[in-house]
């Protein structure tokens, strides 16, 4: 008998998980609930926790080092840079610009929202602590994050001044801004003498994306006991409660497809009309129909390359050597639709639980999200990966990314259509430039 996919196995979990929720919230069975299923899911966010440092600053040194000589690739290196980063800040500023007008973290009951706010202040105060939105009935009024300094104090937290305590303290933007320096130092260094550390981050690519993947096989019993019991968490004794966060799940989803479709029907198109105007949209999109749909079932860009790769070159026309050259490093460094849905979410949970994001918090989403998806893994879900610490570097637990868990599956295939899509465009726009 053929074995059922994961993703569907992960979505069977989550609805158990729901279900679970709602009769142990009927039935009496929170404490049993929290203290011998929760744990499991806290497990499995430490996991990830785990491999997130190390996973990123590997593949950003990778990918950045992967460009080769600098000096060779001239002007089409630096171009393919700037389109692919240029796509990413357009679709994190998309995600932004509509989570704060369609404020879905405020659509949930006032009351749910104090309680959620009363377990953040909690775990402000012990930041050890699980961080499971508690029951508490005190209310509050909205926080705001300390803002920074001063307007040039992002840039100056980029940088480390100890890189081991970068590591230790999950500093992501510190870890990223020393893994990109590395990357370049080894293109300016002969190749042959970076050779040993190329293999070994090759290396550690493989078996860190390994690690997730082992991490993803126990993804469905995990996620059972994540959603089992933080939803339970939140519905404590009343499952009428359940009802309230459906519906905040759905005006969620709908910002996150929103977003989705305005980066894939606007920011493309205009990127094509621009630099291709000989190509036209409905040819592009045609042609780039079968790595959609690929992309679509498998949620994974690396995956969806080989067929990619093919869609470019035989459909759209494209060079075989810029082909070869920009769809490989998209995989790894071009995650439009990952990074658009990491500003909704952190904000959205932010709304959530009554925190009020500043101007320059914001920015920072916008930063941290636009170099995270450098190092998202190319592989199904591999964006909660980068999320949490994107939500680590505004100084937002962690643990709440438990609650858009259950609806994260389907909307990580729409996530993984974007990601394909804008690789292909940058890649025939790029193909204008090659001789």
């Known amino acids: 008998m053929k074995r059922l996919a994961l993703h569907w196995q992960i979505t069977i979990a989550l609805v158990l998980g729901f279900v679970w929720a709602y009769?142990?919230?009927?039935?009496?069975?929170?404490?049993?609930?929290?203290?011998?299923?929760?744990?499991?899911?806290?497990?499995?966010?430490?996991?990830?926790?785990?491999?997130?440092?190390?996973?990123?600053?590997?593949?950003?040194?990778?990918?950045?080092?992967?460009?080769?000589?600098?000096?060779?690739?001239?002007?089409?290196?630096?171009?393919?840079?700037?389109?692919?980063?240029?796509?990413?800040?357009?679709?994190?500023?998309?995600?932004?610009?509509?989570?704060?007008?369609?404020?879905?973290?405020?659509?949930?009951?006032?009351?749910q929202r104090e309680r959620n706010h009363a377990a953040y202040e909690s775990w402000r105060a012990n930041p050890d602590s699980p961080g499971s939105p508690g029951n508490s009935q005190t209310t509050a009024a909205p926080a705001t994050i300390p803002d920074t300094e001063g307007p040039l104090q992002p840039m100056i937290d980029m940088i480390p001044d100890n890189v081991v305590g970068a590591f230790s303290e999950a500093a992501m933007l510190q870890i990223i801004a020393f893994a990109i320096l590395v990357g370049v130092a080894m293109i300016l260094v002969p190749a042959e003498r970076t050779k040993?550390?190329?293999?070994?981050?090759?290396?550690?690519?493989?078996?860190?994306?390994?690690?997730?993947?082992?991490?993803?096989?126990?993804?469905?019993?995990?996620?059972?006991?994540?959603?089992?019991?933080?939803?339970?968490?939140?519905?404590?004794?009343?499952?009428?409660?359940?009802?309230?966060?459906?519906?905040?799940?759905?005006?969620?989803?709908?910002?996150?497809?929103?977003?989705?479709?305005?980066?894939?029907?606007?920011?493309?198109?205009?990127?094509?009309?621009?630099?291709?105007?000989?190509?036209?949209?409905?040819?592009?999109?045609?042609?780039?129909?079968?790595?959609q749909t690929l992309a679509f079932s498998s949620s994974s860009s690396a995956a969806t390359l080989p067929v990619t790769l093919e869609c470019?070159?035989?459909?759209?026309?494209?060079q075989q050597r810029t082909a070869g050259f920009v769809l490989p490093i998209g995989a790894t460094i071009n995650m439009d639709g990952t990074s658009m849905y990491q500003a909704v979410v952190v904000v959205f949970l932010a709304q959530f639980h009554m925190i009020d994001l500043s101007l320059t918090q914001q920015l920072t989403i916008v930063l941290t999200a636009t170099l995270a998806s450098i190092g998202a893994a190319a592989v199904p879900s591999g964006g909660l990966v980068t999320l949490i610490l994107v939500m680590q570097s505004v100084g937002l637990n962690p643990a709440w990314i438990s609650f858009v868990v259950p609806v994260d599956r389907l909307l990580d295939m729409g996530r993984t259509v974007v990601n394909v899509t804008g690789d292909a465009a940058v890649c025939a726009a790029v193909d204008r430039w090659v001789e």
């Open 312 to 318: 470019v070159r035989d459909r759209l026309g494209v």
């Open 196 to 291: 040993p550390i190329t293999d070994l981050l090759m290396a550690l690519d493989g078996i860190f994306l390994k690690i997730v993947e082992l991490i993803m096989r126990g993804a469905p019993f995990f996620v059972f006991c994540l959603v089992a019991g933080k939803v339970g968490g939140l519905a404590g004794d009343d499952p009428s409660r359940l009802l309230g966060m459906f519906e905040t799940l759905g005006w969620y989803s709908a910002t996150v497809v929103l977003g989705l479709v305005l980066i894939i029907g606007v920011v493309y198109p205009v990127l094509i009309k621009i630099v291709r105007p000989d190509v036209s949209i409905r040819s592009f999109f045609t042609a780039m129909a079968p790595a």
């Open 23 to 111: 009769v142990a919230s009927s039935m009496g069975w929170m404490d049993v609930t929290l203290q011998w299923i929760d744990p499991f899911g806290t497990v499995f966010l430490r996991l990830l926790k785990m491999i997130a440092v190390p996973l990123v600053a590997v593949s950003v040194m990778r990918g950045v080092a992967s460009l080769g000589d600098i000096r060779q690739l001239g002007q089409l290196g630096v171009r393919t840079l700037l389109l692919y980063l240029g796509t990413t800040i357009a679709a994190v500023s998309i995600g932004l610009l509509l989570v704060n007008v369609m404020q879905p973290g405020t659509r949930a009951d006032l009351a």
